[in-house]
């Protein structure tokens, strides 16, 4: 083989799945742009977003409690040791805080969510598409995007902000527990010091954060669903790839948002 | 009436349907039998606009379904799924109301359920029946929601995929019989699509054959066994021999 064949070979390697990547993410970009197009036509299906803010929303409050909580004991135990070296113990608090608001808190919910809810909605939607039900809605006259995706992506989008407010409160409250009980930090000078620290721009970006996590976790897992292959395996292929594909946009999504809010 | 002239589709290298001509009339009842994997379930679903073919046309009453509107097109069908599709989140009243619960057709709650109810008693299925979930339902009595799913509306027209598959020989005799039943009844015109002769003596007024991506033979049931077709007569009578080769 030539050493020009072996480039050519090598670039054809590289620039093969860049290409292949790039068209999924357009065709990703034309599926939220499909659907935010029907957000605003009607027929709206007022029992399904009804249904998916339950199943989004408050069905995930647990496990967004039970992260946010352990993160901020944790966050608090590695500011306290990481801060004795250089003797700047007493921030814990403002830096508990500004990590979970701005940081933690928004990441890990969006990442549970991309792991409970998103797999969930690829499964199903996958499995409906498997057996028909897909099919049947549409011969019922009734549009699968306006059906299955618009009420799921609405729901993503209005309660996993909500539930980061909530992971936000909890972690830091965490962070409460493990200062006060553990780290021997007054209860009213953490509280005060929490409270002094941090700003309203703070909790607005983790909310934004919040809304396009839940934007990008809930539209993922339709979008899957109703790519989804035939049989178990077809299923199985969509949850997978739907979990981690939400995974890495919500993560790059945080970059980007964390660049344009906080760099300035 | 329904006319297919010139219906091509492929996936990839797999050319499933090559040019199927077929003319259903308003009224009748069309079986249309062949192998599996044929492409009896696509030619369907070309129809309903579920897939859409590489080539051809298709027309309802004269209108090209391609441009139809499509809601109004598809209000006119009503459709059983080869495994019932029944929607697994909805109770199995709201899934044979589904239909008149939203759109054009909507009614009250209480008129919707009155008419799934109705619709359920229609196909031999008890009042009862009508607030479980389809996963608690046998294979036959999902068929049977399935089918009143399909009637629920009072559709013009009927597509019945595979709709004794996977059901006992006593089982599929119930659905048949209800099927013609139906069928004459509301005036409809029907499709159905069936491996299983059984369903095509009880059902079909004429009978079209796939096989190879092309319709091999077309005629009044009663004109199904005197056929010299050999590919008719090897699939009627089961035979292992022929020219439909067996392994495929």
Not at chain 1, 85 to 107: C, T
Not at chain 1, 121 to 146: C, R
Not at chain 2, 2 to 16: A, D, W, Y
Not at chain 2, 203 to 220: E, F, N, S
Request: charged share 15%.
């Amino acid at each position: 083989m030539t050493a020009g064949a072996l480039v050519t070979g090598l670039l054809a390697g590289i620039g093969r799945p860049v290409l292949a990547a790039l068209a999924g993410l357009g065709r990703i970009a034309l599926y939220a742009g499909q659907t935010l197009l029907h957000l605003l036509r009607p027929p709206f299906y007022l029992r399904e977003f009804l249904s998916a803010l339950l199943q989004v929303g408050w069905l995930s409050l647990p496990v967004v409690g039970l992260t946010a909580i352990f993160t901020g004991g944790a966050l608090a135990l590695q500011i306290y040791s990481g801060g004795q070296r250089f003797s700047a113990e007493a921030v814990v608090p403002q830096i508990v805080a500004i990590g979970m608001v701005r940081e933690l808190g928004p990441v890990l919910v969006g990442l549970m969510v991309a792991a409970r809810v998103t797999s969930s909605i690829a499964a199903e939607i996958a499995t409906m598409k498997v057996t028909e039900q897909i099919d049947a809605l549409v011969t019922l006259s009734t549009n699968p995007m306006k059906y299955l995706t618009v009420p799921r992506v609405l729901a993503g989008t209005l309660t996993v902000p909500l539930l980061v407010g909530v992971g936000d409160v909890i972690g830091v409250m965490g962070g409460f527990l493990v200062g006060t009980e553990q780290l021997g930090f007054n209860r009213a000078t953490y509280i005060q010091n929490t409270l002094d620290f941090l700003e309203a721009p703070d909790v607005i970006s983790s909310l934004i954060k919040g809304a396009v996590f839940g934007f990008i976790a809930t539209l993922i897992g339709c979008y899957y669903g109703m790519r989804s292959g035939r049989g178990a395996q077809g299923v199985g292929g969509a949850t997978k790839t739907a979990v981690a594909t939400a995974s890495i946009l919500i993560l790059a999504a945080n970059f980007l948002l964390t660049s344009v809010m906080f760099t300035s | 009436m329904i006319e297919l002239s010139g219906v091509t589709k492929s996936f990839g290298p797999n050319h499933v349907l090559r040019g199927i001509d077929l003319t259903l009339p308003r009224g009748q009842s069309m079986v249309v039998i062949g192998g599996s994997g044929t492409g009896k379930s696509v030619l369907l679903k070309c129809i309903l606009g579920l897939v859409r073919p590489d080539a051809g046309r298709i027309t309802l009453d004269g209108e090209d379904v391609a441009t139809a509107e499509r809601e109004a097109f598809l209000a006119r069908f009503g459709m059983l799924f080869q495994g019932g599709a029944l929607f697994d989140s909805l109770k199995v009243w709201e899934n044979v109301a589904f239909r008149l619960q939203r759109g054009p057709l909507k009614r009250s709650r209480e008129e919707a359920r009155a008419i799934a109810v109705e619709k359920l008693r229609r196909v031999g299925l008890k009042p009862e029946t009508a607030d479980l979930f389809p996963a608690e339902l046998s294979g036959g009595m999902q068929k049977r929601v399935g089918l009143a799913r399909a009637i629920a509306a009072e559709p013009e027209i009927i597509f019945f995929d595979e709709p004794t598959t996977g059901l006992d020989p006593i089982m599929s005799g119930v659905i048949n019989d209800l099927i013609r039943e139906i069928v004459v009844e509301m005036g409809a015109t029907a499709m159905t699509i069936t491996h299983d002769m059984s369903s095509v003596r009880a059902i079909a007024d004429r009978v079209a054959m796939l096989h190879d991506g092309l319709i091999r033979w077309t005629g009044p049931v009663a004109e199904m066994d005197a056929t010299p077709d050999p590919y008719v007569q090897q699939f009627i009578h089961g035979r292992a021999e022929g020219p439909i080769a067996s392994v495929r």
